[in-house]
């Protein structure tokens, strides 16, 4: 019913930077908040940044000031600027969309499959 496809995730160095970017598609009515998420090795998945529709964003304490979530509406993408990397930011990042679609006609949480971030010298 929805599709989120990430892109942008990689291997970095300490201290560098990445941009992650999911695009939502498929039978959508409209999108609420979407989101980042992500899960290190042995470790429940956590959050690290949403932003709803109007624009008001929440992050995680551990990245505040270093990432940034933005969305463009007219494109149903959401993007999560990194900077400053540090190791223990490497993980399988998750996009998220909480969506209302015709299909299913209700609001639903959508997940992507994620994307690899390895931050290592």
């Known amino acids: 019913q929805v599709q989120l496809v990430e892109s942008g995730g990689g291997l970095v160095q300490p201290g560098g930077s990445l941009r992650l970017s999911c695009a939502a598609s498929?039978?959508?009515?409209?999108?609420?908040?979407m989101g980042w998420y992500r899960q290190a090795p042995g470790k429940q998945r956590e959050l690290v940044a949403t932003?709803?529709?109007?624009?008001?964003?929440n992050y995680a304490d551990s990245v505040k000031g270093r990432f940034t979530i933005s969305r463009d509406n007219a494109k149903n993408t959401v993007y999560l600027q990194m900077n400053s990397l540090k190791p223990e930011d490497t993980a399988v990042y998750y996009c998220?969309?909480?969506?209302?679609?015709?299909?299913?006609?209700?609001?639903?949480?959508?997940w992507g499959q994620g994307t690899q971030v390895t931050v290592s010298s």
């Open positions: 998220n969309a909480d969506a209302y679609t015709v299909v299913a006609g209700r609001r639903n949480d959508y």
């Open positions: 932003i709803n529709s109007g624009s008001s964003t």
């Open positions: 498929g039978s959508i009515f409209s999108i609420y908040a």
